[in-house]
């Protein structure tokens, strides 16, 4: 039963090797001043010391859950958070990425705007504020679209969406309606989601307002390394889509 007065919300962490980053990820997201149902880090096969340094922070905190997961595909999202998803028990989840981390006060505004909206937005996202590689703050990154047809619009111009920052509702995965196909699509299958998301009527609501996502830039993350790959997988994506909705 949906408790849109005391929601309960997973933090989901992917990580794969992110030995610089992962502490203060970890840490981050453990020290909220709202509560949340846990915290959940699923590593990919990291080949650097990314899980131990997980594992140390478990011993000093019992919210931690640590599991692994299978690296299948390149810069894929999927076995982790499908792995987190198994484990989690939030109403409400939200993946944090492994080199980024959250203020103090991301859980508890991510809770105001369930309760403000009585629970009926099922998925929503907020801006994100970037960071160096020696957390010097950079520029917010936010997007705005009306409605669902702008949304669909908007889509085809580029991804409208920044990832890190979306909550979901966890009965969004498991009615379908919440997947990563990186066996088809690799490091975009992020950008299909949200075309299958729209394709179904499910409106990512764009909230305007920062709210503590910090998002970090640098030479390392897996962005650079998939950036050719992504460019073509998005043209495809964007065909496939363009050809069902012209139907």
Known sequence: MSNS??????????????????EKSVKSA?????????VIVVDNESTDNSLQIIKNIQKENKRLI?????????????EP??????????EYFTILGSDDYISNQYIENISNIIKK?????????????????????MSDVGHSYKNITDFKNKLFTGCPVNTPSVVYKRSLHTEGNVFWDSEKYLGSADYNLYFHLADKKKFLYPFPKWIGYYYRWHSEQ????????TTRYDEII??????????
């Open 30 to 38: 453990l020290n909220q001043n709202g509560e949340f149902a846990e």
């Open 117 to 137: 909206t009585n629970g009926k937005i099922e998925v929503f996202q907020t801006p994100i504020r970037g960071v160096d590689s020696n957390d010097n703050l």
């Open 66 to 78: 640590v599991s692994t997961a299978p690296n299948l595909y390149k810069y894929s999202w999927t």
């Open 222 to 229: 897996s962005t650079w390394g998939m950036q050719k790959e």
């Open 5 to 22: 007065n005391n929601p309960k919300i997973s933090i989901i962490i992917p990580c794969y090797n992110s030995e610089k980053w992962i």
């Open 81 to 90: 958070v499908e792995e987190a998803l198994s484990l989690c028990s939030g």
């Open 238 to 247: 964007k065909g496939n889509w363009r050809a069902k909705w012209d139907r």
